[in-house]
């Protein structure tokens, strides 16, 4: 018996359980009678119930990595979007002292950019790397002059001016999001080659997964700082668009 027609099956016995004699009684009992003789609808209703066929499943995993630069393409687009109205001045401002101000959070995208570049051998880590690393990594953390102090004791970090690092961070989205979108469901199902991230994140899907919900939480951080500055906000790039 197929799925729809437990359904029906199943609604016809409540119906008669409670006693119920109605229309729709009459209407289940000719739909049950013809599952059972074959009729067309029960062979349409059962055409919509076929579960994916393989060949189908198989075009929809390899169309994962198009997917996935279509994310991660709009999502990179939001924080650029976050940051084209700001005056010089207000690069270096935070909400509180302690927290990041927008350039960390731009130079922060940029780090994870360029590593994630590494990790695809698409290019080699930026010349600049260990400072980007020491300025904008995890371990960074900004001083009350909003310049970006290591955790690490090594000093101050890099001083690039806002507009250079959006432009880094413009070209590396767009290098990822091309490199991303050519990657089978194969590409996506190769072992992290971070030991360290493989411990969290087992393969490159889940690494690009994983930057994707990290870029979400740094813009909400760039719309907060917003908000906190009076700025008006960004509409969301994923919202529909009526």
Not at 39 to 67: F, Q, S
Not at 84 to 94: K, P, Y
Not at 211 to 227: I, K, M, S, T
Request: charge should be negative.
């Amino acid at each position: 018996m197929t799925r729809s027609c437990c359904a029906l099956a199943l609604t016809f016995l409540l119906l008669t359980s409670t006693r119920v004699i109605s229309p729709l009684e009459s209407c289940l009992r000719d739909l049950l009678g013809r599952f059972e003789s074959g009729d067309v609808l029960g062979d349409r209703l059962e055409k919509e119930w076929t579960p994916m066929p393989l060949a189908a499943k198989i075009v929809a995993m390899n169309d994962l990595g198009e997917i996935l630069s279509w994310s991660l393409s709009h999502v990179r687009e939001h924080s650029l979007r976050m940051v084209r109205d700001f005056r010089e001045e207000q690069w270096a401002l935070q909400p509180r002292w302690g927290e990041h101000p927008p350039t960390w959070v731009i130079g922060h995208l940029l780090l994870a950019d360029s590593y994630l570049l590494h990790l695809l051998k698409v290019e080699e880590l930026p010349d600049d790397f260990p400072e980007l690393l020491m300025a904008f990594g995890p371990s960074s953390r900004p001083s009350s002059l909003g310049r970006e102090i290591s955790d690490l004791g090594a000093g101050e970090g890099v001083s690039l001016p806002p507009g250079e690092l959006v432009e880094r961070l413009e070209r590396t989205g767009a290098l990822r999001c091309e490199f991303v979108a050519a990657m089978a469901a194969a590409d996506l199902g190769r072992a992290n080659p971070d030991h360290d991230l493989a411990t969290s994140q087992p393969t490159i899907g889940h690494h690009l997964q994983a930057l994707l919900v990290h870029e979400g939480h740094h813009a909400g951080q760039l719309a907060a700082w917003r908000q906190h500055h009076g700025l008006a906000p960004v509409p969301w790039v994923f919202a529909p668009r009526l």
